[in-house]
């Protein structure tokens, strides 16, 4: 008898662990869901706006999900060829160099940083 109310105790916390271990999942989707955005965003709003086209070009694009993980990447549509060449500058025709604008380098710096507040603020500030 003893041994039946150790089984059902053991499936009971097995249980609550899936339980939790989803909740976890689903948690931390968000979280990488909101810092791809926050890229997105401060990205646009520090790129050079000579035309503003670069600025808007920027997007979130789902690279892999599975059942317990997610990846997202941040990205230039229309105007990807610009994004190295204004983030370290680049060398002039008739000699000298461009000036780099970095932009893209502080905002991944910034994501990851809230993505690791996002996901111990969602597992409960483990």
Known sequence: MANVKIDRLADEIIKGLKEYADLATDDMKKS???AGNAVRK??????????GAYA????VKKTKETSNSLEVTVHSRNRYQLAHLLEFGHAKRGGGRVA?????AKAEE????TLEQEILKALGGM
């Open 32 to 34: 990488v869901r909101k």
């Open 42 to 51: 401060e990205i646009s709003q520090s790129a050079p706006k000579d035309t």
């Open 56 to 59: 808007k070009s920027w997007s």
């Open 100 to 104: 780099a604008r970095p932009h893209i």
């Open 110 to 113: 910034n994501a990851i940083d």
